[in-house]
């Protein structure tokens, strides 16, 4: 069933590559602007109104406590440590995206980072988030709504469904302060793709000009396209957003095989190639059966009874014929030749291996 599983898969596959043309797609699909990035935001916060599923007597969740309640004029005696079973210390993150005003409400990710059991029914205490430079660009609070569950027994048998001691709250974050993303400032515009690829660089520079009807565009690298603006925020503003809803046809992908030899997945793109090559594949069987005998000597004979041993060795070999790939093979070729064979997805890693070695597979052979 595996096989026939992996065959129809590879021929779906096959089909979809070869019947499907390349599609345009948008130029904000295939990467984006320079500086229109997500930052990073972290910061450390107290959860409190647990149900018994804290941290305990942690010192750091011990002084996280005693910082917040600081913060309303209560000040707790030197060398008193109050149990905290209903607080926990947490790590706290999110992503300030770009453009983000003050004021703009930011979901946030909560992690317990001590003993706590479960942040079920907590509420995160008012606690700033840092950006990587040290300054605090948000400020989060609120109610958490955790999606997993933790039951533990009185004869320490427990039962953990996902994770009670990670959280999310939406919205539980206000943006302080905006990251300038210096769009407007810098003398051009650059435009950087997801993917490296030399051909998509200068078709998405002739797509621009085209476009916009005037060359604008130019292509330094394979990744980065350099475009003249005008000066101004909202011209430039105007001018992105044309350039990204032009379409282009991305160029075909390089021909690359993925291979999980764990697992013996394969995948293929259409861009393979393969080049003359002979393949035959069977497989050698050694079978031995122990049939150990038992020496009973005659009545009287003063002999002992003993064990010998009896091995069977027989070994099969189950050959397949030699199948004779032609020159410039595709996808489907390779498919069809690889099913003629009969060959099990852990046969075909071998099998494409081997082809890579030989140089008459024409793509990169990735193994995971």
């Known amino acids: 069933m595996a096989r026939l599983i992996v065959r129809a898969l590879l021929l779906l596959g096959a089909a979809l590559a070869l019947a499907a043309p390349a599609a345009a797609e948008r130029i904000k699909d295939l990467g984006q602007f320079e500086g229109l990035r997500q930052n990073q935001l972290t910061g450390y916060g107290v959860v409190v109104g647990l149900a018994g599923t804290g941290d305990d007597s942690l010192d ?3 002084l996280g406590v005693k910082g917040a309640v600081s913060r309303f004029g209560l000040n707790l005696p030197a060398g008193i440590n109050p149990s905290l079973k209903n607080a926990a210390a947490v790590m706290i993150t999110a992503e300030l995206p770009p453009f983000a005003k003050p004021g703009q409400r930011l979901d946030i990710t909560v992690s317990a980072i001590g003993k706590a059991k479960s942040l ?9 988030l840092l950006g990587a430079d040290g300054q605090i660009y948000a400020m989060a609070q609120g109610n958490l709504v955790i ?12 039962t953990i469904v996902n994770d009670p001691a990670a959280g999310r709250i939406e919205g539980g974050a206000s943006v302080e302060r905006a990251v300038d ?21 200068q078709r998405v520079a002739d797509a621009i000009n085209r476009g916009m009807g005037m060359s604008i565009a130019r292509a330094v690298d394979g990744t980065s396209i350099r475009i003249a603006a005008p000066a101004g925020a909202e011209a430039r503003v105007a001018l992105m957003s044309r350039i990204e809803n032009i379409e282009v046809t991305p160029a075909e992908a390089p021909a690359r095989v993925i291979v999980n030899a764990r697992t013996g997945t394969v995948v293929m793109n259409g ?22 005998q038992v020496s009973q000597p005659a009545p009287l004979s ?67």
């Open 120 to 128: 079920r029914g907590g509420t995160l205490v008012l606690a700033p």
């Open 147 to 158: 999606g997993g569950l933790g039951v533990d027994a009185a004869d320490g048998s427990k």
């Open 271 to 292: 861009a393979v190639r393969v080049g003359p090559a002979a393949v035959s594949h069977g497989k050698l069987t050694v079978k031995i059966d122990e049939e150990p």
């Open 60 to 62: 750091y969740s011990t």
């Open 302 to 368: 003063g002999g002992q009874t003993v064990v010998t041993p009896s091995s069977n060795i027989r070994v099969e070999e189950r050959g397949s014929p030699m199948y004779l790939m032609p020159r410039g093979a595709r996808l489907a070729d390779i498919v069809e030749s690889i099913n003629h064979l009969g060959a099990s997805p852990g046969d075909l890693v071998a099998i494409l291996g081997a082809l890579k070695q030989a140089g008459a597979l024409k793509a990169e052979l990735v193994i995971q």
């Open 181 to 201: 993303t210096g769009f407007a400032s810098r003398p051009d515009l650059a435009f950087n793709l997801t993917d490296y690829d030399l051909t998509n660089a």
